[in-house]
């Protein structure tokens, strides 16, 4: 099969490999669409390093078309969504229903071969079923949209209230959205005009706070205070935009951190605490709550998140597609493999 290695940074190498055989509890999927994920464009970037060249790519939809020993219930021909994170379900996380901060977790695309290949094996139940009603498009993204599913329900606001999202990578939109369909009220940050406009196309409203990091932070804290913003989302995943959240977090909210910065950022302690906000975590998703919930929430027309695809691109044309997705100007790029 052709798989597509990420060699070095910013180089994407395709080579002709073994298909791999489903072992134990395992079925092969032939993977037909896979979503290029801004996790993706940090590997690429040389921002995170492997240690050994690696299939990257875990947005993976297809058909299973193999089998393993143990495997009941399931049909070939059957088109799936992988699930990329497999928790361990034996360390002291797992066992208290914490699989996503499992220190064992296998990370398809990461820890082992990913997806932009013809073939992944994966153990059967992180191969989720398609409903015949969702389309190709929309399966494509279940995985983003869980993360945003995970994130919005981590959160104690309720639709009907005020929420606020900074950044609108993937992640941004898709949490808007739901919230959007679900009747929350969506204050969106965000200083790309294209993505800006997405949302306010979709009924959210758009504040561009200006000056320094002090200045954004009193506008957007007396704009959120007056609209009774009770949960905060930032998902632009920089520092400094960590910082803005925790400034301008209105009294009694909450600051849900979905966007992942590996750098420093401030905050005020006596404002934390006398204001009463809760920093909440938010990171991927449940197994196997979140999948399940996604999927229905498209399937009953709830959300249809295919919105965010915005290019197009084949295993051929990968390195330029991971090029361009590093420009930040896609919503959403999806490598076409086979039909
Ligand atoms: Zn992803
Ligand atoms: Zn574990």
Not at 106 to 115: F, K, Q, S, Y
Not at 124 to 143: G, L, Q, R
Request: with cysteine; glycine share 8%; proline share 5%.
């Amino acid at each position: 099969m052709l798989g597509a290695f990420l060699n070095k940074p910013n180089e994407i190498l395709i080579k002709d490999i073994a298909t791999p055989e489903p072992n134990f509890g395992e079925v092969r999927v032939h993977l037909s669409k896979v979503g290029i994920c801004g996790s993706d464009v940090h590997l690429f970037l040389g921002h995170r390093l492997l240690e050994n060249p690696t299939i990257i790519g875990h947005e993976g939809l297809g058909f299973i078309d193999k089998i393993g020993e143990g495997v009941v219930g399931r049909h070939l021909g059957e088109r799936v969504i992988i699930e990329p994170n497999i928790p361990c379900r034996k360390c002291h996380y797992c066992m208290s229903g914490r699989g996503n901060i499992c220190t064992n977790k296998r990370v398809i695309g990461l820890t082992e071969a990913g997806c932009f290949a013809e073939y992944i094996t994966i153990p059967a139940e992180f191969a989720w079923k398609i409903p015949d009603e969702i389309s190709d498009e929309d399966a494509v993204v279940v995985e983003p949209t869980a993360v945003a599913v995970h994130a919005l329900f981590s959160s104690k606001a309720k639709p009907g209230d005020a929420i606020a999202v900074i950044g609108l990578g993937a992640i941004g939109l898709l949490v808007s959205h739901l919230a959007l369909s679900l009747g929350y009220q969506v204050f969106v940050s965000e200083l790309n005009p294209s993505k800006v406009k997405m949302a306010t196309d979709m009924g959210a409203f758009a504040i561009f706070p200006k000056g320094d990091l002090e200045n954004q932070a009193d506008e957007l804290s007396k704009i959120w205070t007056e609209n009774r913003v009770s949960a905060v989302f930032e998902c632009a995943g920089s520092a400094q935009t960590a910082s803005l959240a925790t400034a301008a977090a209105p009294r009694g909210s909450e600051i849900i951190l979905v966007g992942l910065s590996g750098n420093l950022a401030t905050f005020t302690p006596l404002k934390i605490a006398r204001e009463g906000i809760h920093i909440v975590p938010s990171i991927i998703y449940d197994h196997p709550f979140d999948f399940a919930r996604t999927l229905q929430l498209i399937r009953s027309k709830v959300i249809q998140p295919h919105f965010i695809i915005s290019n197009y691109a084949t295993l051929n044309t990968l390195q330029a597609a991971l090029a361009l997705a590093a420009t930040g100007n896609e919503s959403k790029i999806v490598v076409n493999i086979s039909k």
